[in-house]
């Protein structure tokens, strides 16, 4: 529970305003595990299209992003998941994901429901783009290593190799729990911050 509101139920709302906002004509939804799971689920009830489990994550393997060095996270990516073929062959997929951070990690994925057989990949994101880095504790990569800071929602497309791409907006994130919009932070992706913040401070770095 945050705020008194239950995260899975708010994670599922969030899905299925995606859902609405960016509709896709698919044959299958697809989460990317776990923390998707449940804005898939809603994304899928909204839709109408299927759910499936097209991807396995192994849990013995630690999260990526905070992996420091860029090959160790590619390989990472490869231990980490497994595309079910029998799942995702010859289907136009939905495949959801609750961020995307520098992009790798979405590319390889792409690349491995691809090579698994999808005939369509279409992109859905339950959060907005993530443009600036945070300040307030979440270990979140340099601003110029966050991929939408760099380029637009249809440079990203390109870069994923995926037909459709939709980013749930600011305005349908904060509107889903019941509190008032002051009551949030959404500094990284629009880049306004609730307190004064210092620059060099977006990265603390122990060396
Ligand atoms: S919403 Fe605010 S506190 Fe949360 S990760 Fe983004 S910048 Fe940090």
């Known amino acids: 529970m945050i705020f008194g509101e239950n995260v899975d139920k708010v994670r599922r709302r969030l899905g299925r305003l995606l859902a609405r906002e960016h509709p896709a004509d698919a044959d299958i939804v697809i989460s990317i595990p776990d923390s998707a799971n449940t804005a898939a689920l809603g994304f899928s009830e909204e839709s109408g299209i299927r759910f499936e489990i097209g991807l ?62 999808a005939k369509e990949i279409h992109f859905r ?51 889903m729990p019941s509190l008032p919009d002051e009551d949030f932070c959404v500094g990284c992706f629009t880049g306004n911050y609730p307190l004064a913040i210092d620059e060099n401070l977006d990265k603390l770095r122990l060396e």
């Open 56 to 117: 396995i994550r192994n849990h013995y393997v630690g999260r990526s992003f905070i992996v420091p060095d860029q090959k160790i996270r590619d390989l990472d990516v490869k231990v980490k998941f497994n595309p079910v073929k029998g799942v995702i062959r010859d289907k136009r997929v939905v495949l959801v994901d609750d961020s995307i951070v520098r992009g790798t990690t979405s590319k390889k994925l792409v690349q491995m429901v691809r090579n698994a057989g």
């Open 125 to 175: 994101v339950s959060a907005p783009p993530i443009i600036s880095p945070c300040f307030f504790g979440i270990d979140m990569p340099t601003r110029q290593e966050l991929i939408a800071n760099r380029l637009s929602v249809e440079q990203i497309r390109q870069y994923l190799k995926v037909e459709s791409l939709g980013y749930l907006s600011v305005k349908g994130m904060v509107g």
